[in-house]
C-alpha cells in the first residue's frame, strides 16, 4: 500500500518570505500522480499543484512550485511571496496510475503567515 | 459552472442511527469520490462511483454504501453510528476517473 508521510505538523512564514513544506511517499509503482492540496478553515480542498511521475520537470504554478526527486520519493512545496491568504492546512497526496486514481493523503501541515 | 455541492452542512447523530449524506457532481462529471477526515488527519479514501457503478474502495465496513445516480450525483450511506464515525466527510467529482478531483465544502458529521 502506498503511504504519504508529512513530517512538519506546523510551519510559520513571514509575509512576503518564501517557506518549503517536505513531503515523502512510499510506493512501487512507477505511474503515480503527486499533488499538494490547500485547506482553508472553510474547509474546501483546492488543488494547489500538480505533478506526474513521469516528467522529470518539476511542476510551477505562480508563486507555488515542487522538487520532485523520484528517487528519493520526496516532493515538496515551495511557496515564494508568501501571503495571508496562503495560511490553511496543506495536504500532499498521491494518485497511482491507473485503477480508481484514488487519492492517498498526509496527516498535513498547517502553515501560518505572520504579517 | 456550479461546483460541487454536499448537504447538509452539518449533522448531528447518535450512536446507531442512520445517516445519508448527499453529493452534487460538477457538471458534466461522471466520477464522484467520498472521503472520511477525522479531525486532525488528512482524508480517507472510503470509495469512487463511476457511471453508478462501484469503482474502487477504501478501507471501510460494509455498513458504509453508496449510490450514484443517473445524474451523477451521489449518497453516501452510514448504518450502525459510531462514535468513530464522527468526522468531516468531503465528496469529490471528476470529468473522468482520471482527471483531477474537485471538492466539495463537506458535510460535518457528529455521533454522540
Known amino acids: 500500500a502506498q503511504t504519504v508521510t508529512q513530517s512538519q505538523p506546523e510551519m510559520s512564514v513571514q509575509e512576503a518570505e518564501t517557506v518549503t513544506l517536505s513531503c515523502t511517499y512510499d510506493?512501487?509503482?512507477?505511474?503515480?500522480?503527486l499533488f499538494w492540496y490547500k485547506q482553508p478553515p472553510s474547509r474546501q480542498m483546492i488543488l494547489v499543484i500538480r505533478?506526474?511521475?513521469?516528467?522529470?520537470q518539476n511542476a510551477t504554478e505562480n508563486r507555488f512550485s515542487v522538487n520532485f526527486q523520484k528517487a528519493a520519493k520526496s516532493f515538496s512545496l515551495k511557496i515564494s511571496d508568501s501571503q495571508l491568504g496562503d495560511a490553511a492546512m496543506y495536504f500532499c497526496?498521491?494518485?497511482?496510475?491507473?485503477?480508481?486514481?484514488?487519492?492517498?493523503f498526509g496527516k498535513g501541515t498547517k502553515l501560518s503567515v505572520i504579517p | 459552472e456550479t461546483g460541487v455541492t454536499q448537504s447538509p452542512t452539518h449533522l448531528i447523530k447518535t450512536r446507531g442511527q442512520q445517516v445519508t449524506l448527499r453529493c452534487s457532481s460538477q457538471?458534466?462529471?461522471?466520477?464522484v469520490s467520498w472521503y472520511q477526515q477525522a479531525l486532525g488527519q488528512g482524508p480517507q479514501f472510503i470509495f469512487q462511483?463511476?457511471?453508478?457503478?462501484?469503482?474502487g474502495r477504501g478501507n471501510f465496513p460494509p455498513r458504509f454504501s453508496g449510490l450514484q445516480f443517473p445524474n451523477y450525483s451521489s449518497e453516501l450511506n452510514v448504518n450502525a453510528l459510531e462514535l468513530d464515525d464522527s468526522a468531516l466527510y468531503l465528496c469529490?467529482?471528476?470529468?473522468?476517473?482520471?482527471?483531477?478531483?474537485?471538492f466539495g465544502p463537506g458535510t460535518r458529521l457528529t455521533v454522540l
Open positions: 469529490a467529482s471528476s470529468l473522468r476517473v482520471y482527471n483531477e478531483q474537485f
Open positions: 510506493t512501487s509503482e512507477s505511474d503515480y500522480y
Open positions: 505533478q506526474e511521475a513521469y516528467k522529470q
Open positions: 497526496a498521491y494518485s497511482s496510475g491507473a485503477g480508481s486514481y484514488q487519492l492517498t
Open positions: 457538471s458534466g462529471h461522471n466520477t
Open positions: 462511483y463511476y457511471r453508478e457503478e462501484e469503482n
